[in-house]
């Protein structure tokens, strides 16, 4: 199959340490990548490098085929290349609804309209409430986002991120902070994804990533040393020395 989501060869040095270095991944549609590696592997900056928030020494990032490298990050999200949105970065009085509508006005091109008004908008509203339902977030959509449980935001960050409709999602620890009673719902939302979509989720928790990877990159000290099956992944002698490297210089360092 035509891959929807290519990197190559990419790098990046900060100062005279290769972060990124050389880095090739291929993606196609349907797809379901977990991306692991020590701390301090350069997960965060491939992703950044990816999504147009960092610029690339050298290589290359296509979407659906089309280079662009030289296209700013909300360019890459106009092309389907989205990474969802932190809870961070949601804004506190505002619904999920609102920020569900303002992701749609975003992709429909009518962003600029006066944002109040989507309520009047039957189009919107309906995609609105379709999204939240699908994701348990239905009887929430109009209450504040501070009211709301950290599973729900993490929730809503997925909600946000499916608004724009992308043809690749890259998902950063989703269930990360969330307590161990909500998480269930996070993986049937991740169970749930278009089946069509190609997913990269960044994840340390191994038994999300072995229930929902068909397919495990593990980067160390900036460079892919495994691209296998999840099954494999554990028995990789390079990835174990890997992991037990960071914790032996971790332990070094306290
Ligand atoms: N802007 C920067 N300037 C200098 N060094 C940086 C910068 N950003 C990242 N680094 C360094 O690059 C390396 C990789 O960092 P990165 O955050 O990408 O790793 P990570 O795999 O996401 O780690 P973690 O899992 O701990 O979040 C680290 O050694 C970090 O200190």
Redesign the pocket.
């Given at each position: 199959m035509q891959p929807i989501f290519e990197v190559r060869n990419l790098k990046r040095a900060?100062?005279g340490?290769a972060?990124?270095n050389d880095v090739s991944l291929s993606m196609a549609p349907g797809d379901r990548v977990a991306l692991i590696?020590?701390?301090?592997?350069?997960?965060?900056?491939?992703?950044?490098l990816v999504t147009g928030n960092l610029k690339p020494d050298s290589g290359e990032v296509r979407i659906g085929g089309e280079v662009v490298t030289g296209i700013d990050a909300i360019g890459r999200v106009r092309r389907g290349l989205v990474r969802s949105f932190q809870v961070t970065r949601l804004f506190a009085d505002m619904t999920p609804s609102e920020h569900v509508a303002l992701a749609v006005l975003q992709r429909t091109g009518r962003a600029g309209r006066l944002f109040g008004n989507f309520l009047g908008m039957p189009d919107v509203m309906a995609e609105v409430a379709d999204l939240l339902g699908k994701l348990g977030l239905r009887e929430l959509m109009h209450r504040k986002v501070s009211e709301i449980a950290y599973g729900q935001q993490r929730l809503l960050e997925i909600a946000v991120a499916l608004a724009l409709k992308p043809r690749v999602l890259l998902l950063d620890e989703p269930a990360a902070g969330v307590p161990q009673s909500d998480t269930g719902r996070i993986e049937q939302a991740l169970a749930d994804l278009p089946a069509d979509l190609a997913v990269l989720m960044?994840e340390?928790d191994m038994d999300l990533v072995f229930r929902f990877a068909k397919r495990v990159v593990v980067?160390a000290a900036?460079a892919i040393i495994f691209d296998g099956s999840p099954s494999d992944v554990t028995k990789d002698l390079r990835v174990r020395e890997a992991y037990l490297g960071s914790y032996a210089n971790a332990s070094h360092a306290a």
């Open positions: 900060f100062g340490l972060v990124t590696g020590p701390n301090g592997a350069g997960k965060t900056t491939f992703v950044n960044i340390h980067l900036g």
